[in-house]
């Protein structure tokens, strides 16, 4: 099949994609970033270096079986190219002992149309994760001449990146909270800050969660390169670490959205889906009281769902309330074991991203 750059959304059929893999992937020390995310009883805390083998073995098992699902159903699945993530990496500002890995192509990858783009991001484990992605990138390049490669302003992600002293040691769950719902967050506005995975697609609308991994100026940098759509910041008061928008809230075809339920979003931010006929439905409680060891995402990435089309979803074969939720939305639901590569950086919508889907830039909100 000729590679083409196509997708204006999270639901229209998918027909090729990007799965991560996990190999090499290391806990990076501890960073200005990563400290205000780490919670203080995690077992992550101090760790750092390269994950074991084993580990590394049984989340590619699971990620292999996931490609081998969605190549079954006649999509086309590509594969990044790991980097050394265990060697130590500096720029003229900082230095820091290891990068990441490159699991989760949704955080970093975000096709809107025709173009690629590779976010700011906004940990400095993750300043090179991008260059995972460019042999494919560099490849649909050559392939489809429509394609557009494109670069968000690397940042600096200097001590003026981040406010000092953010979290203070002993900070309880409340006072964080009420933190997180003054919109104070990790990340100062000295430059633009955006993870590809807090970005939302919906035709012509960009939803786009504020918090620590995105801040206003990164929201305000991506209304300016998305001069055609219209850019909308949200915000989800109920989430002590809000990193990432997509174990939050989940379009899973037109009209219809899975809020979790502890992340409500304000009614005051509801007012466009309501007067365009969108239902915000209530997430289902996940399956487990806790994530994996050594995990850096919640247990709602039960929420963090794949849709192959809008009668189609992929979701974690072990989270069976979201599948009997999802199956009476009247969804066919494809269930994917992948417990073991949520310690790698999430689920199955984190483990992939777009690079084409069926249908155009629809407007989806023609009352704003
Ligand atoms: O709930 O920990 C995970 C999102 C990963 N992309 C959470 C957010």
Not at 34 to 54: C, F
Request: contains cysteine; hydrophobic residues 35%; charged residues 25%.
């Amino acid at each position: 099949m000729k590679t083409v750059v196509n997708s204006w959304n999270e639901w229209d059929p998918l027909k090729h994609v990007i799965v991560g893999v996990a190999d090499g992937c290391c806990i990076p020390p501890s960073e200005p970033a990563s400290e205000a995310k780490i919670p203080a009883d995690s077992d992550m805390l101090g760790m750092h270096g390269p994950r074991t083998q084993d580990s590394v073995d049984k989340a590619n098992a699971q990620l292999d079986a996931f490609a081998e699902i969605m190549r079954k159903r006649g999509i086309v699945v590509d594969r990044p190219t790991p980097i050394d993530f265990s060697k130590p990496i500096a720029t003229p500002d900082w230095e820091n002992g290891s990068s990441f890995g490159c699991m989760p192509p949704r955080d970093v990858i975000l096709t809107v149309g025709s173009e690629m783009l590779e976010a700011t991001m906004s940990y400095r484990s993750r300043w090179f994760e991008y260059l995972c992605y460019r042999p494919l990138l560099s490849r649909y390049y050559d392939e489809d001449s429509n394609m557009r490669m494109e670069s968000a302003p690397k940042p600096r992600l200097n001590d003026a990146s981040f406010k000092s002293g953010y979290l203070s040691e002993n900070i309880t769950i409340q006072a964080r909270l009420a933190m997180v719902a003054d919109k104070n967050f990790v990340t100062t506005e000295v430059e633009p800050l955006f993870d590809a995975a807090d970005v939302l697609r919906f035709g012509r609308d960009l939803f786009v969660q504020h918090g620590f991994t995105t801040n206003l100026k990164g929201i305000d940098w991506l209304r300016r390169h998305y001069r055609d759509h219209r850019v909308h910041a949200l915000n989800f008061p109920g989430d002590p670490y809000p990193i990432h928008i997509d174990a939050t809230f989940t379009p899973l075809r037109p009209g219809l959205i899975l809020n979790n339920p502890e992340r409500a979003l304000p009614n005051d931010q509801q007012g466009i889906f309501k007067k365009n006929g969108w239902e915000i439905v209530e997430a289902a409680r996940p399956a487990h009281n806790q994530p994996p060891p050594l995990c850096y995402s919640s247990v709602w990435l039960s929420m963090n769902v794949l849709v192959l089309d809008p009668k189609t979803v992929c979701v974690e074969a072990s989270e069976v309330h979201t599948i009997d939720q999802i199956d009476k939305l009247g969804m066919e639901v494809i269930p994917v074991p992948f417990r073991d590569a949520y310690p790698f950086g999430g689920a199955l919508h984190c483990a992939t991203t777009d690079v084409y889907r069926e249908g155009r830039c629809e407007d989806y909100f023609p009352h704003q």
